[in-house]
């Protein structure tokens, strides 16, 4: 049975930092292309960042240079780290996993960040 889980999402000030996680089992985290989504309240789920299984990023204009996204093959696991956060960014932020046609979500993490 595969899971993704994510963690690492809590109450932060503005320009303060956090990193999340997205810890996978039951998959062959290795092979899979990775992505971050988030979504806020009333507003629709937007991607914030991928990496390839081979490495290769991207990043949504709105996180480029504030966020780095990487991860850990041996440890099945990806991260997010989000630097100079601001109150935009607050959400509920995804891990996705994809091969193919396939897709794996984790249930979320919420990113809250005051002013």
């Known amino acids: 049975q595969v899971q993704v889980v994510e963690s690492g999402g809590g109450l932060v000030q503005a320009g303060g930092s956090l990193r999340l996680s997205c810890a996978a089992s039951g998959i062959n985290f290795g092979v899979q292309n990775m992505a971050w989504y988030r979504q806020a309240p009333g507003k629709q789920r937007e991607l914030v960042a991928t990496i390839s299984r081979g490495g290769s990023t991207y990043y949504a204009d709105s996180v480029k240079g504030r966020f780095t996204v990487s991860r850990d093959n041996a440890k099945n696991t990806g991260y997010l780290l989000m630097n100079s956060l601001r109150p935009e960014d607050t959400g509920v932020y995804y891990c996705?996993?994809?091969?193919?046609?396939?897709?794996?979500w984790g249930q979320g993490t919420q990113v809250t960040v005051t002013s």
């Open positions: 996705k996993l994809q091969l193919g046609l396939k897709d794996y």
